[in-house]
């Protein structure tokens, strides 16, 4: 079984630019989360996916972050336009059921995102 | 809004001795889990605990889950260079699903 895939590995990008961030769940997995690392401090939850629909986007930080689920597969989360700020680690998370709370969370390798 | 604390945030150890770090919730939690980062990897799901006072061992890992359900902790006894890492809690932040992390604790180990 395939686990998380995340892509890009890296990407370096100046101020200003807009990237995007793909995220292929484990397959089945209903439950999509994505997380981000800023250098040295916590995992940040940024927002859950249930199939196609938000259940949770509190953790988004401001309406530069888009994420999108279409047809309850694959994600994408879109920075536009980034910032400084937003460098760090952008993790992607996948669990089998609906009623999450108890479930493992399987983690893809993440995106390191750099803003210069 | 709820907090995972973790301390330390860092710790050396010579290969061989033993390592604690340790998990505080502002609320009291359904479960807690643990997760390890290998330097340049991703979290990894290593245990889950769901009863008040519970203990689980994973070889040279122990695991405990405090009474009051809102502390944890992590030791490995005997450490060897492999355990080198970040080791996270991490408990529900609702029921939703969405987890909220400790600061970590990284795992240095001289051999």
């Known amino acids: 079984e395939a686990g998380v895939t995340q892509f890009p590995s890296h990407s370096v990008i100046e101020k200003g630019q807009t990237v995007t961030l793909r995220c292929d769940p484990i397959?089945?997995?209903?439950?999509l989360y994505w997380y981000r690392r800023v250098m040295g401090k916590e995992i940040k939850f940024l927002l859950h996916?249930?199939?196609?629909?938000?259940?949770?986007e509190s953790g988004m930080p401001n309406n530069r972050f888009l994420a999108e689920r279409t047809g309850g597969t694959y994600s994408t989360l879109k920075v536009q336009p980034a910032e400084l700020e937003d460098s760090g680690v952008y993790f992607c998370?996948?669990?089998?059921?609906?009623?999450?709370?108890?479930?493992?969370?399987?983690f893809g390798p993440g995106t390191r995102l750099t803003v210069l | 809004g709820q907090q995972v604390m973790q301390i330390p945030q860092y710790q050396h150890v010579q290969e061989g001795e033993d390592f604690t770090t340790y998990c505080n919730s502002s609320?009291?939690?359904?479960?807690i889990q643990w997760y390890k980062q290998r330097p340049g990897g991703h979290p990894v799901f290593l245990i889950q605990?769901?009863?008040?006072?519970e203990v689980k061992k994973q070889k040279r890992l122990t695991f405990q889950f405090g009474e009051a359900k809102k502390n944890s902790s992590l030791h490995i006894t005997a450490t060897q260079t492999t355990d080198v890492g970040t080791y996270f809690c991490?408990?529900?932040?609702?029921?939703?699903?969405?987890?909220?992390f400790g600061q970590g604790t990284t795992l240095q180990v001289k051999p």
């Open positions: 996916f249930v199939k196609e629909s938000k259940q949770d």
């Open positions: 998370a996948s669990s089998p059921r609906t009623s999450a709370s108890t479930d493992t969370q399987y």
């Open positions: 991490a408990g529900p932040g609702g029921n939703t699903g969405k987890l909220i």
């Open positions: 609320t009291t939690l359904s479960n």
């Open positions: 397959s089945g997995h209903d439950n």
């Open positions: 605990l769901v009863k008040s006072g």
